[in-house]
């Protein structure tokens, strides 16, 4: 999930502000308190072992023990006492030691320095997994994609916690979706992963106000020409033109376009494609298109939502509309340099909304700056319901791990199952981000401050910058859009009844006004714009390694060749590109790949039509 990286990437900022990926939509989030909710959303938003140790001293949830106590003993643990564990996580941006105010909090508690592998950003990734799995010790907690996670129990590199998994308050909490994911493993009477970002939610309900990908445009911009209907993506092209002609720089004098694109998220074909093929209806996965009505088409078919989009991007393309930068800048560079600037104008993501804030002033909000949802008439958004059994990843606990290190290992998971550990990871530290007032969460008057980096953090924390020590691992077992407990509200800073009392800045003001409510996902829903389809945690099948070859060979195929096309000098280029695109991947073996995904993805169709 390729969204969550910029979660990740532009955490300091979110924090500021108040993800979520591969996507996703994806550590730690804050909004603003003039932030409406939804912007910082998460979706679904881009995983063999023995049985348990035989010692009662290595199994902390041993029945005849009784349930652990967990946590530090009285006076917490001494700097002499820590344990160091190596954390194998597949979605951390960050290679190290965690540090800062988390590093203390988990030492405090839990007597743990949290030394995180991430292959993403290692150098080798795929030589760094090889080398730990050829040691038997991927690590000691671990936290891979679905598929992965189950080679690895199967390899015997993944614990069997199934006699102490329940014995821990706060994870007991989720044991319906727990044991529906290990349902999946082996014969399914063993627990092995805890599936990741949980809610208490349902699996058919979508709990943001604003869907994960629509059309998101300049709300000041927008105004200025009419604030017309658009009806299809060729009337948005136009919108878009007269955006350019009106706003060829931003305020700093530096060039803006209506569309800027990155590369580093493709995977099989192009990324920003593959995202706004959800406002018709379907999600690409792999060679096919999951509809949202429950059907199934080849990813190359040229009545599918992939053509369209690529059609709509050379479109634009032929206007002079897309950044020249596109086919060279990375998400980085696209977020901090133009996003955030002002410097392109359609966005996709609801969590791209916020990141465009981050640079505007008081005038500028009141002045109704900002992006907004503006509806296409015509679209049919594709949109996964609350990631109630988990969002494709999967946490573990390593094969190798018993005694002390394992009673710490699963106290800090149950706690970041638990009402403090999921605000801490997803929000920050209690006192400084948010206190509990009547019952319910508020900011601080000086959160912003600190997490603007305008203020260092208290003694007790350690000082320095809040967001230099935010917890690094970025992923949770439990999302945001869960209900806490604590306060019956979602976690997710802009649901809390204490910012929704707040003025609305004058963006959202207005776009309430024109289409007649607040709440975009229901004005979408009414107005026949989206659909949403249940969220579905299964374990698909792994690829052979002569398919993992042809979906290699066949994904760097479909993507070179959709930015060639998109860049393409006129139609009959494009067509003349597409047609031997078409012809190569087939000498690939595409059909045999097509294939293999129809019975591979029909299993997702499958359950979602509860069959």
């Known amino acids: 999930m390729k969204w969550k990286k910029a979660v990740a990437l532009s955490l300091a900022a979110m924090m500021a502000l108040g993800a979520a990926g591969c996507g996703d939509k994806e550590a730690g ?62 979605a951390a941006n960050y290679h190290g030691i965690q540090s800062g105010w988390y590093a203390k909090m988990m ?39 679905n598929a992965d996670f189950i080679e690895c129990v199967e390899a015997g590199l993944v614990k069997d916690i199934t006699g102490s998994i329940y014995n821990y308050e706060n994870l007991a909490v989720f044991k319906d979706q727990i044991d529906a994911w290990n349902g999946q493993v082996g014969d399914g009477s063993k627990v092995y992963g805890i599936p990741s970002e949980m809610t208490n939610t349902s699996a058919d309900t979508y709990s943001e106000s604003i869907p994960f990908s629509s059309v998101c445009l300049p709300w000041d ?7 017309p209907e658009i009806k299809n993506l060729d009337e948005l092209l136009d919108v878009l033109e007269q955006m350019q002609q009106n ?60 053509y369209k989009l690529l059609n709509f991007f050379f479109e634009a393309n032929q206007r002079g509309l897309i950044d020249p930068d596109s086919s060279t800048q990375d998400w980085a560079t696209t977020d901090n340099q133009k996003l955030r600037n002002y410097r392109k104008f359609l966005l996709w993501y609801n969590w791209e909304m916020s990141l465009a804030s981050i640079n505007l002033t008081d005038e500028d909000r009141a002045a109704g ?24 990843r999967v946490w573990g606990v390593g094969s190798q791990v018993e005694g002390e290190k394992e009673k710490r290992i699963m106290d800090m998971l149950d706690w970041m199952a638990s009402a403090e550990g999921v605000a801490t990871m997803w929000y920050g530290i209690e006192g400084i981000n948010y206190v509990m007032e009547d019952g319910r969460f508020v900011q601080p008057e000086d959160a912003t401050a600190y997490m603007n980096g305008e203020k260092e953090l208290p003694a007790e ?30 976690y997710s800073f802009g649901y809390w009844s204490s910012q929704q009392e707040k003025p609305k800045e ?23 714009l989206m659909k949403v389809v249940a969220n579905v945690n299964v374990v698909l099948e792994s690829d052979t390694t002569d398919i993992a070859l042809v979906r290699s060979q066949c994904g760097q195929e479909l993507k070179d060749a959709s930015w060639r096309m998109i860049m393409a000098k006129d139609k009959a280029e494009f067509d003349q590109m597409w047609t031997e695109m078409k012809d190569k991947m087939n000498g690939l073996g595409f059909e045999e790949l097509y294939e293999f995904d129809c019975q591979k993805y029909q299993k997702v169709i499958d359950v979602r039509k509860g069959n």
Not at 513 to 518: F, I, L, M, R
Request: net charge negative.
């Open 221 to 227: 911009y927008y105004k200025e020409l009419g604030s």
């Open 107 to 145: 030492a405090e508690k839990f007597g743990l320095e949290l030394s995180i592998l991430a292959p993403q950003v290692s150098g080798d990734g795929a030589g760094l997994y090889q080398t730990r799995v050829s040691n038997g010790n991927l690590g000691d907690v671990i936290l891979l994609d």
């Open 369 to 392: 700056k900002g992006f907004v949802n503006v509806p296409i008439s015509d679209m049919n958004i594709y949109q996964v319901a609350d990631s109630y059994y988990g969002s494709g």
């Open 461 to 490: 924390w350690g000082g320095g910058s809040f967001n230099d020590g935010t917890q690094k691992l970025n992923q949770y077992i439990v999302g945001s859009m869960a209900i806490n407990p604590r306060t019956n509200e979602p």
């Open 506 to 528: 004058q963006r959202w003001a207005e776009w309430a006004e024109k289409y007649g409510t607040d709440n975009q996902t229901q004005y979408y829903q009414d107005n026949g």
């Open 29 to 90: 989030g804050a909004q603003s308190s003039q932030e409406t909710p939804g912007e910082s959303g998460s979706e679904e938003q881009e995983p063999a072992g023995g049985e348990a140790s035989g010692s009662e001293d290595a199994d902390p949830g041993d029945s005849e023990a009784g349930a652990p106590e967990g946590g530090a003993p009285e006076g917490g643990y001494a700097a002499d006492d820590l344990i160091q564990i190596e954390v194998y996580d597949v």
């Open 247 to 306: 706003h060829p720089t931003n305020k700093d004098g530096d060039s803006a376009y209506a569309i800027s694109l990155w590369k580093d998220w493709d995977g099989f074909g192009m990324e920003n494609i593959l995202q706004t093929c959800k406002w018709y209806g379907q999600e690409g996965r792999d060679s096919v298109l999951l509809g949202n009505d429950n059907t199934m088409m080849s990813i190359i078919d040229e009545n599918g939502a992939y």
